[in-house]
C-alpha cells in the first residue's frame, strides 16, 4: 500500500512510514487531549501536497476550527477555504443517521475522482444517533466504507469513563471498523503535564507497540518526543529557521525530493513561530528533526 505523511511530526517513523492511503484511522482521546489539532495537522499536511480535504464536522462550527487552527499558528488554513481546497461539512444540529443514510452518498459521487483526506471530527455523535448495537455498527461501518472511496479518512472519538477503558460500547465498534487506531491517552485533572500516545491498530504496517510521550505546541502542533528530557525552560532567539535553511540547502545539493511551494512555505513560517515559543519538555533541536523528518530533509 502507498504510505502518505500524517502531519503528526514523529508519528511516521512509528507506523512503518506513515499511513496507508485509502485506510481509516480513529484517533480516541478525552477532552483537551488533541483530537482535533491531530486531525487539523492531517488535513494540512495532504493540501501542502495538493491533495483536497474534507473537514466533517459533527460539534464544533467551521468558524471555530478555523480560529483554534489560527491559534496553533496555521494562518494559512483559511487560504485554503478561499481557494476550495478545504471544505467543511457542519453535520451538527441534524440527524446524524438521516443525514450519513440520505446526504452521503450523494456527496460522494460529487467528489468522485478526488485525491483527498476526509476527517470526521468527532465520530461519537454517529454512535448516539442510534440506540441498537448493529444499527451503530451498520451506520458506522456505512460512513468509513463511504468516506474512503474518495480519500484516506481520519475520524475522532471522545473517551468517556475510566482513563484507558477502551472497552466500551463506543469505543469497541469504531476500533473493530477502523484500520488504525491511535489512543491519546491525557488526564487532564490527575496529570495535566503528562500526554502519552500508542498506536493501538495499525493493518497492514508494522508499528510501535509502546506508549509515547506527546506534546502540543504552536506552530508545531501535536508531536511524539523520541525520549524524555529535562530541559529548562527557555525562549530561544530566531536560529531555528537558519537550521532548517541550511538543511534545505544540504538537501537540495544531495538531490532529496523537492518539497512543494506550499511545503516550503509553512516549514519556514513553523521555524519562524517556534522560534519565540517556550520549550519546556522537548529540546528545540529535537523537535526540528522530527518536522524535518515528516518531509525527508532528517540527516538519517
Known sequence: MKKIKSGVYGLNALMDGGVNEHTTTVVIGS?????????????RRGLEEDEDAVFITLDEAPNQIIKEAHLMGWEDVENYVDEGALVFVDAGGKQFSQFIQKELAEFVDDWAGHKARIVIDPLTPVLWSVKEKYEQRELVSFLLRETRKIGTVLCTLEEHGTLGDLSGPESVIPIYLADNVIHLRYASHEHPERRELKIIKCRSSKHSRYWHPYGIMKGAGLYIKRQENNAAETVLESHLDS???????????GGAPRLSGKALTNLLRTAEILAGEKFSDIKPEELIELILEEYGLNDS
Open 31 to 43: 477532552s483537551g487531549a488533541g483530537k482535533t489539532t491531530f486531525a487539523t495537522q492531517f488535513l
Open 243 to 253: 537550521i532548517v535553511k541550511k538543511r534545505l540547502e544540504r538537501a537540495g545539493k
